[in-house]
C-alpha cells in the first residue's frame, strides 16, 4: 500500500529561525514529489516539484531535497516569517494509475507550521 | 484573474438533507477532482472527472455524486446517504494528462460542511 508520512506532526518556531520538515514514502512507481503550502481555511497551494533525477530545488526562502535512494523528502524554510504559518503537506505521485489524470497521488497528513514573534 | 470558485465556503446541513457544493473553474483545465479533508487525514479522493459528461469515483465515493455537463463546472453532491458528511471539501482541476503532465493540482479555497 502506497504510503506517506510527514514529521514532525506540529511544529512551532520563532520568527526568523529556519526549520525543516520531513517527508517519508513508500510510493511505487515513483514519479514525482510535491510540497504544498496550504494556509487555514484555504486550498493547498504548490511550492516545489521534485522528479526522481533532482536532489535539491529552491523556490525563495524554500528549499526541498529528494533521496530517492532512501525515499526521504525535506521542505526546508530559511529565515521564517509569520506568513509561513500554514500546514505543508507532501504528495507522491505514482505513474501508471487511473487516478488524477493517469497519474495516482498518495497524500501526507501534512506539518502544522506556527511561526510566533 | 484564472481560478477556481467554490461556494458556498460555509454550509450547514440537518441529517437526512442533499446539499450541493458548487465548483467552477477558468483555468481551461480538462481534469477536476472532489477532495475531502479531515482532521490528521490526508486529502481522500472523491471522485474525478478528465473529460465533459464522464466521471470516475475515488476511494471515497459512497453517499456523494457528482455531475460534469459543462467543462467549467464540476458540482458534488453530498446525499443523506453519506453518514459522517462533516468535513473540509476541495475541489481542484489540473490539465489532462499527457507526456509533460507533472499531477500538479490547483485548488479552490474549499468549502465548510456541517451536519447539525
Known amino acids: 500500500k502506497n504510503q506517506v508520512e510527514q514529521s514532525p506532526q506540529s511544529l512551532i518556531i520563532l520568527e526568523g529561525k529556519n526549520c525543516t520538515l520531513q517527508?517519508?514514502?513508500?510510493?511505487?512507481?515513483?514519479?514525482?514529489l510535491r510540497w504544498y503550502k496550504q494556509d487555514t481555511g484555504r486550498g493547498p497551494v504548490s511550492l516545489t516539484i521534485?522528479?526522481?533525477?533532482?536532489n535539491t530545488k529552491s523556490n525563495g526562502r524554500y528549499t526541498a531535497t529528494l533521496d530517492a535512494d532512501t525515499k526521504q523528502s525535506s521542505l526546508h524554510i530559511t529565515a521564517s516569517q509569520l506568513s509561513d504559518s500554514a500546514s505543508y503537506i507532501c504528495v507522491v505521485s505514482s505513474a501508471g494509475g487511473v487516478t488524477g489524470g493517469g497519474n495516482k497521488l498518495t497524500f501526507g497528513t501534512g506539518t502544522q507550521l506556527k511561526v510566533e514573534l | 484573474d484564472g481560478g477556481i470558485t467554490q461556494s458556498p465556503k460555509y454550509l450547514f446541513r440537518k441529517e437526512g438533507q442533499n446539499v450541493t457544493l458548487s465548483c467552477e473553474q477558468n483555468?481551461?483545465?480538462?481534469?477536476m477532482y472532489w477532495y475531502r479533508q479531515d482532521p490528521g487525514q490526508g486529502l481522500r479522493l472523491i471522485y474525478y472527472?478528465?473529460?465533459?459528461?464522464?466521471?470516475q469515483k475515488g476511494d471515497i465515493a459512497e453517499g456523494y455524486s457528482v455531475s460534469r455537463e459543462k467543462k467549467e463546472s464540476f458540482p458534488l453532491t453530498v446525499t443523506s446517504a453519506q453518514k459522517n458528511p462533516t468535513a473540509f471539501y476541495l475541489c481542484?482541476?489540473?490539465?489532462?494528462?499527457?507526456?509533460?503532465?507533472?499531477?500538479?493540482?490547483?485548488f479552490g479555497e474549499g468549502s465548510r460542511l456541517t451536519v447539525l
Open positions: 517527508c517519508n514514502y513508500t510510493v511505487s512507481p515513483f514519479s514525482n
Open positions: 521534485m522528479t526522481f533525477s533532482e
Open positions: 472527472s478528465q473529460i465533459v459528461n464522464d466521471f
Open positions: 483555468l481551461n483545465h480538462d481534469a
Open positions: 481542484a482541476s489540473s490539465y489532462r494528462d499527457s507526456s509533460d503532465y507533472t499531477g500538479e493540482l490547483f
